[in-house]
């Protein structure tokens, strides 16, 4: 079997050769191949490339250089990969951008081996330890939600924006694990450092990134895109070692307060083995920590108050629910999610439609494979279209459409889908899972109790196709919290 197919690359630049375009023209050249975005400043590489396979089918290729890129546009073809051939496609990609930003450290871009899989393990038990998954996390997501109200209270029957409460609360559930402390909204450093990292992944995914990866060199150049995202990673980076740097100086061992105490702990330990845990690693796990929890969480939360504001309907019902289990006063719990299966339904019809990680994060195949019944060879970056997989009119029935009933039975009872894949899939699947599913269900059930949300009556709506940056935040907009 040969490549899956494509359009033919150009010299030199691949297939990205249009990333050079005006965004003018890049736009039009967008919304002619499918939709493109409308309203929204950025182009939808998530909706072109779902485009694309009326062209080319579920699984095609780009080149970037000389780079096979594999889009995998099909459930079945994301599922072949990650799970049914997860020993060859469970790397991630060594190409110049990732290597430059990540040094092959930490866990998101650690490539598949005994280091990923060792700090991973840690990284998950310790999450655990903190309460992940369990109801001793509660209280520390109950105690920022006060905060989270205050703000939204402030504007009275005002519309205001969002984005920077939630962005600052769902930061804080980290920090608050990592730091073993909560920041105040007003903090200048933590806003500053929330608004670098947002920057950061939206450079990251710049389209003039795709030339990092061809010249590599042009990330040193001292002005544009490439010198912005050298300063901003800096910037976190001397926010996150001083963090670090206290901790370590204030160490008690027998107290540890946090993940970075405990990460200090077990590096001690490990000390006389050949052990990957050391002091340069903590620094870039915890930079994934946050890269990877806050974004996504936040934007999941925001989706879902835009949602709610346009669907009233849909907002009525959960009203409605939580009215009959939650009443006025009782506070969410873990341990309430099963009598609330439309709230459930509703987060995730929501995670569905806006499928936050859209293209998830890439993969490398670590050795020639066939997948599909094509050749994938050695070094290909596989990008697997989340995002097209929950629009499939093939999987889902009207996908395009805003409908929760459509997870649960007759008896409204919760369905278990298995194409709805928001975290991926195989052995890389999200490490945050329920990290953010218990944030998602008890943040967005605490804000439902206690407004309404209502998109104000003048302001034109937004484009459903949302800003990309690795994740898929909705484009800007303001909101009405009426409190109940
Ligand atoms: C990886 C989605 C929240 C930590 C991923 C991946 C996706 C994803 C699609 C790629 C998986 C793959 O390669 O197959 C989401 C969504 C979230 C969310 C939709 C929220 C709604 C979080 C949170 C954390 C987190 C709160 C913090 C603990 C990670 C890490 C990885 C990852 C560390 C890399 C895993 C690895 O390479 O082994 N996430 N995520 N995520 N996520 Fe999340």
Request: glycine share 6%; charged share 20%.
């Amino acid at each position: 079997p040969g490549l899956p197919p494509g359009p033919e690359p150009w010299p030199l630049v691949g297939n990205f050769g249009f990333a050079l375009l005006p965004p003018p023209l890049l736009r039009r050249w967008a919304v002619e191949v499918r939709g493109g975005s409308r309203g929204c400043p950025a182009f939808s590489p998530h909706v072109f490339l779902t485009g694309l396979t009326k062209l080319y089918g579920g699984v095609f290729r780009l080149f970037v250089g000389s780079r096979p890129f594999i889009v995998l546009n099909t459930f079945e073809a994301v599922r072949e990969a990650l799970v049914q051939k997860a020993e060859v496609f469970s790397d991630r990609p060594s190409v110049p951008i990732v290597l430059i930003i990540t040094r092959k450290k930490g866990i998101i871009f650690a490539p598949y081996g005994p280091v990923w899989k060792q700090q991973r393990k840690f990284s998950l038990s310790t999450l655990r330890h903190f309460g992940v998954g369990r109801l001793s996390l509660e209280p520390k997501i109950i105690e920022e939600l006060k905060f989270i109200k205050e703000e939204m209270l402030k504007h009275g029957k005002d519309s205001f924006n969002p984005f920077p409460i939630i962005r600052n609360a769902v930061s804080n559930v980290i920090c608050s694990m990592a730091f073993g402390r909560r920041f105040n909204y007003e903090d200048t450093e933590f806003k500053t450092m929330l608004k670098n990292m947002a920057r950061a992944l939206e450079l990251s995914v710049n389209r003039y990134m795709i030339l990092v990866n061809i010249c590599p060199w042009l990330y040193y150049l001292p002005f544009g895109p490439f010198w912005e995202l050298r300063k901003t990673e800096l910037d976190i980076t001397a926010f996150l070692k001083k963090i670090i740097a206290q901790h370590r100086d204030t160490l008690d061992a027998a107290n540890p307060r946090d993940f970075i105490d405990m990460y200090f702990i077990h590096a001690e330990e490990e000390k006389n083995k050949e052990s990957s845990f050391n002091e340069d690693y903590l620094f870039f796990i915890i930079g994934d920590l946050f890269i990877a929890g806050t974004d996504t969480t936040s934007n999941t939360l925001l989706w879902c108050l835009l949602y709610m504001s346009l669907y009233p309907e849909v907002q009525e019902k959960v009203h409605a629910e939580i009215e009959a289990v939650l009443g006025r006063d009782k506070v969410p719990s873990l341990t309430h999610k099963a009598q609330m299966p439309f709230t459930e339904a509703t987060i995730m019809e929501v995670q569905r439609m806006t499928a936050v990680v859209p293209l998830s994060i890439p993969r490398m195949a670590s050795e020639t494979a066939v997948l599909q019944g094509y050749t994938i060879p050695k070094g290909s970056v596989i990008v697997p279209n989340l995002w097209s997989v929950h629009r499939d009119p093939n999987i889902w029935e009207k996908p395009d459409e805003f409908q929760p009933s459509r997870f649960l039975d007759e008896n409204g009872q919760l369905i278990k889908k298995e194409t709805f894949i928001p975290f991926g899939m195989g052995k890389r699947v999200c490490m945050g899972e329920q990290l953010a599913k218990m944030e998602l269900f008890l943040i967005f059930a605490s804000l439902m109790q206690s407004f309404t949300f209502l998109y104000p009556e003048n302001a034109a709506k937004p484009s459903m196709d949302g800003r990309f940056g690795l994740t898929l935040a909705p484009c800007p907009f303001n909101i009405i919290a009426l409190k109940r």
